[in-house]
């Protein structure tokens, strides 16, 4: 399967512990992106990269998040001192920035569910 | 930056019936506006895409219409299936930036 992958798919922690994603985006996709969803609405934008780089980063992204992808190719989302507020569906996209312009087709992960108690 | 709209919240139709949901955006700027169907526990998945230079298109049972000029995009289904339901959102890019808003979502339920 070539399509976007996270890990992991749940993910329960109490609330002040750290927590780790990862996503690895379709193979030839020069462009990731993290969103968070929680119940009843659309996907929030967090953060993208361009290859290596972190073009944008929301307000949503406080100091407790950070994201890296230093190889250009799977990337991590890291949330430190968890709050239950956090507790939410985190999703991956990846895209192929081209000559189309930047707006291409973005496929999206499974997601990972975290739960903070 | 970008506000989307997205109604109704919730559509129930009968099998074979047609689905319209319909989406307004804030940016005159957006040229390019996205349909994603989430089913659950899966990541959202584009099911059909329109940029504005043409006003309609359409795949199979699936078509879009944008107008432009009212800042409003549909979505419409035809001869529903049971298969369709599931959670349907918009989303249009931010102004000058390359990441998408997305709408709140229309819940479908397609009754055999």
């Known amino acids: 399967d070539t399509g976007v992958s996270q890990d992991p798919r749940h993910k329960i922690t109490k609330r002040g512990q750290n927590v780790t994603f990862r996503c690895d985006p379709i193979s030839e996709h020069n462009r990731l992106y993290w969103y968070r969803q929680t119940l009843g609405q659309g996907p929030e934008f967090l953060t993208y990269?361009?290859?290596?780089?972190?073009?944008?980063k929301s307000r949503l992204l406080s100091d407790r998040f950070s994201a890296e992808r230093p190889k250009g190719s799977f990337s991590t989302l890291e949330i430190q001192r968890t709050e239950q507020g956090d507790s939410a569906m985190y999703l991956c996209a990846s895209s192929f920035l081209g000559a189309g312009g930047p707006y291409n087709e973005q496929f999206f992960g499974p997601g990972t569910r975290l739960t903070v108690l | 930056g970008e506000n989307v709209e997205q109604h109704p919240s919730t559509l129930s139709v009968q099998e074979g019936d047609s689905a319209v949901i319909k989406c307004t955006y804030s940016d005159s700027a957006s040229n390019y506006f996205p349909w994603y169907k989430q089913e659950l526990g899966k990541g959202p998945q584009l099911i059909i895409d329109?940029?504005?230079?043409?006003g309609e298109k359409k795949d199979q049972r699936i078509a879009v219409t944008l107008n432009k000029t009212a800042k409003h995009f549909s979505l419409h289904i035809t001869e529903t299936q049971p298969e369709d339901s599931a959670v349907y959102f918009c989303?249009?890019?931010?102004?000058?930036?390359?990441?998408?808003?997305f709408g709140k979502g229309t819940m479908l339920l397609v009754s055999p």
């Open positions: 329109i940029r504005s230079n043409v």
């Open positions: 990269f361009q290859n290596e780089a972190q073009l944008e």
């Open positions: 989303a249009a890019p931010k102004s000058g930036y390359s990441t998408l808003t």
